[in-house]
């Protein structure tokens, strides 16, 4: 618990932490049954310096759980066509159970193509319209990693999520659109808005849980947030500092929350949730392919 007066910290690294050794554990049970190493393959294409970054961790965190990774590294120029080859390669290879391109895309591949053409089995990031339809109807499928994280954070603070009222800032396909179908399914009372939502900060002060998927940084400022409201924050911008360095900032007021009953910081809020909840899917994925779900 928190300090009286200082709203609670949900930290993503530890989360991320005990949800990686759940993951490590579930592989190695894999491996002592003779079952294959699950692998996932990770495909950047071009050189957009934020990707790098996410890839460079994805690719670490495999590692770590005792994930097999695949890197394909591919230029900017590379052709759909030339794309598309490679998911069909990586779709029937036994070898790979998650297949991850990391978006943004270069603007002369219609990333919608390319995610429509992964095998929805091997789908670890959940953007497939096969998968997007199951979430939609509840009815299974593999679920985008950060609103899985989201949805983990929560729970370390709330039980049951039943008739509470719930606000999404963000309509993003990756995450404010599955966010909220994962609250309805948890009997939330959902509200998507976004940037263009009129009268937003009243809105948002009805909130018992907001989630802020903007990428608008310090859009949510305290007078929003009602007290002992939980905030869940998913935005994170570079911003240029004076003296060169840069700064990570959510789309949260931090400093302006402490009113709210619980926070997540940015960084180390709800990026590791991410990258460790890929790792889960990918082992789901592993374990879907051999007909044994959990
Ligand atoms: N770009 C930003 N977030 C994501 C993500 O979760 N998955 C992929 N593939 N690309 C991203």
Redesign the pocket.
């Known amino acids: 618990m928190g300090e009286p007066g200082l709203a609670q910290l949900i930290d993503g690294r530890a989360l991320a932490r005990q949800l990686d050794e759940e993951t490590r554990k579930g592989v190695s049970d894999r491996v002592a049954l003779g079952l294959a190493v699950p692998g996932l393959a990770v495909v950047l294409v071009g050189q957009d310096p934020a ?1 790098e970054v ?1 890839v460079a961790h994805k690719i670490k965190a495999c590692a770590r759980v005792g994930i097999t990774s695949y890197e394909h590294r591919l230029p900017a120029e590379t052709s759909q066509d030339a794309l598309l080859t490679l998911i069909a390669r990586l779709n029937i290879d036994s070898t790979v159970h998650g297949i ?4 943004p895309l270069p603007a002369h591949i219609d990333a919608a193509v390319i995610l429509g053409a992964i095998n929805p089995a091997k789908d670890v ?1 959940g953007f497939h319209p096969v998968n997007v339809g199951r979430l939609s109807t509840g009815t299974g499928g593999l679920v ?3 609103p899985l994280g989201v949805m983990r954070m929560l729970d370390t603070i709330v039980d049951d999520l039943t008739g509470m009222n719930a606000v999404v800032i963000g309509k993003s396909n ?1 995450v404010g659109k599955p966010i909220a179908m994962l609250l309805l399914e948890r009997e939330a009372t959902v509200t998507v808005t976004h940037i263009e939502t009129r009268g937003l900060p009243e809105i948002a002060r009805q909130a018992d849980i907001i989630i802020a998927a903007a990428g608008a940084p310090r859009l949510v400022r305290g007078f929003w947030v009602k007290e002992g409201a939980i905030l869940i924050d998913v935005g994170i911008t570079r911003l240029a500092r004076d003296g060169g360095r840069e700064q990570l900032v959510g789309d949260i007021a931090f400093d302006e929350v402490q009113h709210a009953k619980a926070v997540t910081p940015v960084p180390g809020g709800v990026g590791p949730m ?1 990258i460790a909840c890929l790792l889960s899917n990918t082992l789901k994925a592993a374990q879907n392919a051999e007909g044994q779900l959990p």
């Open positions: 990707s996410y991850l391109v990391q978006v990031d985008p990693c950060t990756i991410t």
